[in-house]
C-alpha cells in the first residue's frame, strides 16, 4: 500500500465552483500535513499547512481527519487560475511523503 | 532572495554516459532533498541531507546513482553511467529545519537519456 494515496482526477469544474478531494494516508504516526500545487512543467510549492482543527486561507479550505487517516482541500468560487495539480504531502519522522496529486481543471 | 538553483535546467544524453546535476540551496536552510519525478512514479524521494550529511539514501535507485554535498551552499546528484529509464525531472528542494518544515523546491532539470 502506498504512504500517501490521492484521487488523480481529472476533477474539471466551471468558474465558481467549489471542488473538494481528499488524500488518505497509511502511517498512523505522522506529524505534520500540507498541500502543495503543481503548475504543468514547474516546481511544487506550499499551499498551505493541515492543522488539526482545520484552517482556512482565502478560498481554500484544509482538514485533517486523524482517526480516519485523511486530509481534505476545498476549493470554494474557483478560478481559472486554480488549475493546477495538488499534491497531498505527510512526514513522518524525517521524510515527507508526496502523494502522487489530483489534478483540478477550471473552465470558463 | 534567490531560491533554490538548479542546474543545467535540461539535459540530453545518451545511454552510458555520465550525467550531473547541481544545486544550490537557499543561503541558511540546512536540511537538502533531491526528488524524481515521473509520470508514473510521481515525486520520489532520492536523498535527504542534514547539515550536510546523508541522512537517508535508500530511495537511490541503484549504485549508479550518487549524491554529494561537500559544503552547505552546493550539491550534486550523479548518474553513472546513465540509461533511458533514469529519464525524469530531478528537483532539489531546501528547508529551514528537518521535515516539518516549508520545502522549497528549485525549477527542476529536466532529464532525457536516449
Known amino acids: 500500500r502506498k504512504e500517501v494515496e490521492q484521487d488523480p482526477g481529472p476533477f474539471n469544474v466551471p468558474e465558481g465552483a467549489t471542488v473538494a478531494f481528499n488524500c488518505t494516508y497509511s502511517?498512523?504516526?505522522?506529524?505534520?500535513f500540507f498541500w502543495y500545487r503543481q503548475d504543468c512543467r514547474k516546481e511544487p510549492k506550499l499551499l498551505m499547512s493541515?492543522?488539526?482543527s482545520g484552517n482556512e486561507d482565502g478560498r481554500f479550505t484544509a482538514q485533517l481527519n486523524r482517526a480516519s487517516q485523511y486530509i481534505s482541500l476545498l476549493i470554494r468560487d474557483s478560478k481559472l487560475s486554480d488549475s493546477a495539480t495538488y499534491l497531498c504531502v505527510v512526514t513522518g519522522d524525517y521524510k515527507l511523503s508526496f502523494g502522487a496529486g489530483t489534478t483540478v481543471t477550471v473552465r470558463a | 532572495d534567490a531560491g533554490v538553483i538548479q542546474s543545467p535546467r535540461h539535459e540530453v544524453t545518451e545511454m552510458g554516459q555520465e550525467v550531473t546535476l547541481r544545486c544550490k540551496p537557499i543561503?541558511?536552510?540546512?536540511?537538502l532533498f533531491w526528488y524524481r519525478q515521473t509520470m508514473m512514479r510521481g515525486l520520489e524521494l532520492l536523498i535527504y541531507f542534514n547539515n550536510n550529511v546523508p541522512i537517508d539514501d535508500s530511495g537511490m535507485p541503484e549504485d549508479r546513482f550518487s549524491a554529494k554535498m561537500p559544503n552547505a551552499s552546493f550539491s550534486t546528484l550523479k548518474i553513472q553511467p546513465s540509461e533511458p529509464r533514469d529519464s525524469a525531472v530531478y528537483f532539489c528542494?531546501?528547508?529551514?529545519?528537518?521535515?516539518?518544515?516549508?520545502?522549497?523546491f528549485g525549477s527542476g532539470t529536466q532529464l532525457s537519456v536516449l
Open positions: 493541515v492543522y488539526s
Open positions: 528542494a531546501s528547508s529551514r529545519g528537518q521535515t516539518n518544515e516549508k520545502l522549497f
Open positions: 502511517n498512523s504516526a505522522s506529524q505534520s
Open positions: 543561503s541558511g536552510h540546512n536540511s
